[in-house]
């Protein structure tokens, strides 16, 4: 304990004794310092550098003012010109706030103004289809009594409506009343509002009608679905549309279309006795279901069924077949609701008194040319004759054309035998090679076109030689077959020879 006593002690008397010692430097210095600062003043060089510093001192205040003054002066100018700018942007932007308050004012009274007419324009709107409902109103009440009770056609019925007003009519859709092109044809579409025919576009579907386009070696869907299965799905058809039909009005003609091309396929024509009758059916037909498709009616008007309907068609000699622009139409079972139109009654009852097909039969792609007579008032070309008539033609020159017709009638059904031995001839020709060249096709093609415009006579010429040809071509196939037969075993023989050798 003592120790330790002792140890403090040394240290606190360290401490003390170095603090004396620095006291007494100190206060050395400090006596050194005044003695040298006596011994200055009494130096008149030092007394002179004291007045040169003072000056020089003074001096440098004033220069330091001088500046200072300067500095002042420039910020009081730039001072008054940044007050003067910001007075100038001040006013500009309350020019500005001004301007913008009154456009902000002037298109609050612009929207105010178009709101109220916009207003106007559906209250004006509002009443014209309140306007336009009464009066729809009005007119369905007018055709139900016109329906129910008779009396006269409402006026706004004659009406029609155009896709294009002002334009040419198209000649296709006049006649078919279906256009390729749809609305987009350039051309005027003109539906009636009403008519005594209904078309129902699309109405009867068949896998038979929606095949493509036909490929150039032809197609194998008639070895799935053959004519007879056609005809037996559109028998069911007509027995179940016709009896539905049959309750709205009497039935005129009933026409089915069976091409392919997109626009006409099963399309069904309906055509009543009158306008009344065809109305009814339309309002209760429209927006019904059949098959489980939606049924849509439209009224058509068509220049006459000759027109429309394909001539070469009902020979079965359309160079375009399904694919035809023109009507192709099924027989109707019994041939019913097949009736002519007027334009073709006068031809038609001197055909019957010639002894030719009466004129309710129209032929069709499944008719047997040799079995019945065919109409040849039903010319080649589907377009209606206008300008000439039957009854300013020479007497003389009906007996010559009679002859003639019959004629032409006996070398048809020659020609129609001929063609279908070489139909089935090329039928068993193409199933036994397949591989026929296309040029061979191409020439074929070609001598069935020239057959087909060329004259009754030299049809079975052509006919014999393109027989004589084919044959040839099938003998040549047959000899490049065998050939190529023969070189294929030299070539395995050669092979197995030179295997057995490396062996």
Known sequence: MQGSHHKAWRKIAKKLRRKRIRQKLAKERDDKIEAENAKLKLDPAYQQWLTDQETLEKFREEVEQREHDEQEELWMRRELLAQKKFRQEKKRQEAAEKA????RQRIQKEFEEQQKIVQQRIAEKKRLAEEKQRRHELLQQRIKEYINEGGEL???????????????LCPFFMKTASCRFGDRCTRNHSRPCVSRILLLP????HIRLEQPAHSEYGSDLSLEFSEAELYQA??????????????????????VCRNSEPHLRGNVFVEFEDDRSSLRAYQVLQGRYYAGKRINVEFCKLVSWKAAICGL???RTCPKGANCNYLHIFRNPGNKYNTRDPLTERSSRRNNVEGSTPSTHIRSWNDDISSSRRDWRWSESPEHPAGISETHRPQSRRRSRSRSHERRRKSNQNEYRRRSQSRENIQCRRSRSKN?????HDKSRHRRRSRSKSSSSKLSEVKDRNEMQSN???????????KSKEKRKRKRRKRSKSKSRHK
């Open 234 to 255: 559109y028998d069911d058809f007509f027995e179940d549309v016709t009896t539905e039909l049959s309750k709205y009005g009497s039935i005129v003609n009933f026409r």
């Open 100 to 103: 913008k308050e009154e456009e």
């Open 472 to 482: 040839e071509n099938y003998k040549k196939s047959q000899r490049s077959r065998s």
């Open 202 to 205: 699309y109405f009867f579907t």
């Open 154 to 168: 409402p006026q706004e019925l004659y009406e029609s409506a155009d896709t294009n007003p002002g334009k040419e």
């Open 436 to 440: 026929s060249s296309r040029d061979s």
């Open 313 to 315: 068609s009902l020979s």
